[in-house]
């Protein structure tokens, strides 16, 4: 199967063992039977807060330009998990920080209820869908999953023909449509070899204005420290008295609210303190997203405008993380999607994520795809305090209840035009 790639997506492509060479399961295709799966040990994740954590800290590093929806994963795994069985499914609800997939469920359902906003000025839509081989008699999902993820997931179901342009297309144009023109592949773009089995695709898309936008006079023109030497960017600025911010150990963290949607939070490292050095774990990571003491202050804000894209491939990272079943061809069990198919594997799992950022708000969105193949008062007096964004920082797009939607690192702004 060819590479899928996107202005926004994760794919978890899942073949079966007589899958073409050229797709990888893992690191590369094995040729013969191992005696032990591939799978490393599982983090002591938390639901869906601590899996985050766990994704983010393996892929986040400080060095460059990054944007991870560890959501969109979620949920794509979590459908995924509910056509496991056994050891690989054991794995996966573990990962995902629950016992059973009656809680999976349950924590799924809550994230598509409590997140949705739907109004004429801010806009946050998650969307699943199955789309399935037209394979006759040949091939039958089992009723029970596919009720499972219309019920449970929200998941609309089409059958289409793979290795097709005109599936091709159907799906590049259902992402488009749910990502609000800001995902527009080709056929080609979504080519699907015609062992393909299914695709499933989780959509997020957001778009919110600030709760108090940013002047756009008073942007201007400054230099950012970037890791490659100094470079000019445009720098949205506003004073906000008698805030919150906070201070942890190395690093300023402070909030700007959204509209609607929730908040963006950016954690900006001290002086002579690398944003490398303070990422490396999911421990690091929270306590950058939520440690640190609250201090009242006037805050004055400097943010580069930004606009950027990203890419991940996702494989190892899981495999890492304690998946290495579900992607091990002689080992998984995806036996509780298919009647009469039961070496169907996960040979690729990749990202693409969107992040702009500018004086009137956010926006962002990503796909994650499974596809499966048989092969104003007066101030009081309070210290000031600048939180002038100048070089590399941490960003994270929080709802109100404090789940992650995205989050990432700007190593070099890239403008937002």
Same mark, same amino acid.
């Given at each position: 199967?060819?590479?899928?790639?996107?202005?926004?997506?994760?794919?978890?492509?899942?073949?079966?063992?007589?899958?073409?060479?050229?797709?990888?399961?893992?690191?590369?295709?094995?040729?013969?039977?191992?005696?032990?799966? #591939?799978?490393?040990?599982?983090?002591?994740?938390?639901?869906?807060?601590?899996?985050?954590?766990?994704?983010? +800290? $393996?892929?986040?590093?400080?060095?460059? !330009?990054? !944007?991870?929806?560890?959501?969109?994963?979620?949920?794509?795994?979590?459908?995924?998990?509910?056509?496991?069985?056994?050891?690989?499914?054991?794995?996966?609800?573990?990962?995902?920080?629950?016992?059973?997939?009656?809680?999976?469920?349950?924590?799924?359902?809550?994230?598509?209820? &409590?997140?949705?906003?739907?109004?004429?000025?801010?806009?946050?839509?998650?969307?699943?869908?199955?789309?399935? +081989? %037209?394979?006759?008699?040949?091939?039958?999902?089992?009723?029970?999953?596919?009720?499972?993820?219309?019920?449970?997931?929200?998941?609309? *179901?089409? &059958?289409?023909?793979?290795?097709?342009?005109?599936?091709?297309?159907?799906?590049?144009?259902?992402?488009? #449509?749910?990502?609000?023109?800001?995902?527009?592949?080709?056929?080609?773009?979504?080519?699907?070899?015609? %062992? &393909?089995?299914?695709?499933?695709?989780?959509?997020?898309?957001?778009? %919110?204005?600030?709760?108090?936008?940013?002047?756009?006079?008073?942007?201007?023109?400054? &230099?950012?420290?970037?890791?490659?030497?100094?470079?000019?960017?445009?720098?949205?600025?506003?004073?906000?008295?008698?805030?919150?911010?906070?201070? =942890?150990?190395?690093?300023?963290?402070?909030?700007?609210?959204?509209?609607?949607?929730?908040?963006?939070?950016?954690?900006?490292?001290?002086?002579?303190?690398?944003?490398?050095?303070?990422? =490396?774990?999911?421990?690091?990571?929270?306590?950058?997203? !939520?440690?640190?003491?609250?201090?009242?202050?006037?805050?004055?804000?400097?943010?580069?405008?930004?606009?950027?894209?990203?890419?991940?491939?996702?494989?190892?990272?899981?495999?890492?993380?304690?998946?290495?079943?579900?992607?091990?061809?002689?080992? $998984?069990?995806?036996?509780?999607?298919?009647?009469?198919? !039961?070496?169907?594997?996960?040979?690729? #799992?990749?990202?693409?994520?969107?992040?702009?950022?500018?004086?009137?708000?956010?926006?962002? *969105?990503?796909?994650?795809?499974?596809?499966?193949?048989?092969? *104003?008062?007066?101030?009081?007096?309070?210290?000031?305090?600048?939180?002038?964004?100048?070089?590399?920082?941490?960003?994270?797009?929080?709802?109100?209840?404090?789940?992650?939607?995205?989050?990432?690192?700007? +190593?070099?702004?890239?403008?937002?035009?």
């Amino acid at each position: 199967m060819k590479r899928l790639f996107s202005i926004l997506f994760a794919a978890l492509l899942l073949c079966a063992c007589t899958a073409s060479p050229s797709v990888s399961t893992s690191p590369s295709q094995p040729t013969a039977a191992p005696t032990q799966p #591939v799978c490393l040990s599982i983090p002591d994740v938390d639901g869906y807060a601590g899996f985050s954590d766990a994704l983010a +800290a $393996k892929l986040l590093d400080g060095t460059k !330009n990054q !944007n991870l929806s560890p959501i969109s994963v979620y949920l794509a795994l979590a459908m995924t998990a509910e056509g496991a069985s056994g050891q690989t499914q054991a794995d996966m609800l573990k990962l995902l920080g629950c016992s059973s997939l009656e809680e999976l469920r349950g924590v799924c359902g809550t994230m598509l209820e &409590t997140l949705s906003v739907d109004t004429e000025d801010s806009t946050l839509q998650i969307a699943d869908s199955l789309w399935m +081989a %037209d394979r006759g008699d040949a091939l039958a999902f089992k009723d029970g999953y596919r009720q499972t993820l219309a019920d449970a997931y929200r998941s609309e *179901a089409n &059958t289409v023909r793979f290795g097709t342009k005109e599936a091709s297309g159907q799906i590049a144009d259902w992402i488009r #449509v749910h990502t609000h023109d800001k995902i527009t592949l080709s056929p080609d773009d979504m080519h699907f070899d015609i %062992d &393909t089995v299914a695709v499933l695709i989780n959509t997020i898309y957001l778009k %919110d204005a600030w709760r108090d936008e940013f002047y756009e006079g008073a942007t201007e023109s400054g &230099t950012f420290a970037g890791l490659d030497g100094e470079q000019t960017v445009d720098y949205m600025h506003r004073y906000d008295s008698d805030s919150a911010i906070t201070k =942890g150990d190395g690093y300023l963290r402070y909030s700007l609210p959204l509209l609607r949607v929730g908040r963006m939070v950016f954690v900006l490292p001290d002086e002579g303190v690398t944003l490398e050095s303070l990422l =490396g774990s999911p421990e690091k990571l929270h306590t950058l997203l !939520n440690g640190g003491e609250s201090v009242d202050a006037h805050v004055d804000v400097k943010l580069p405008k930004f606009k950027f894209q990203d890419r991940i491939d996702l494989c190892d990272t899981l495999i890492a993380l304690g998946m290495g079943r579900a992607f091990d061809p002689y080992c $998984k069990d995806f036996s509780e999607m298919c009647e009469n198919k !039961n070496d169907i594997y996960i040979s690729k #799992v990749l990202q693409g994520s969107f992040v702009g950022v500018d004086e009137k708000g956010v926006e962002a *969105a990503a796909f994650t795809m499974v596809a499966m193949a048989d092969g *104003a008062a007066m101030p009081r007096e309070l210290p000031e305090i600048d939180f002038h964004l100048e070089r590399p920082f941490l960003f994270a797009i929080e709802g109100y209840d404090g789940t992650v939607l995205f989050v990432g690192t700007v +190593a070099e702004p890239t403008p937002a035009e």
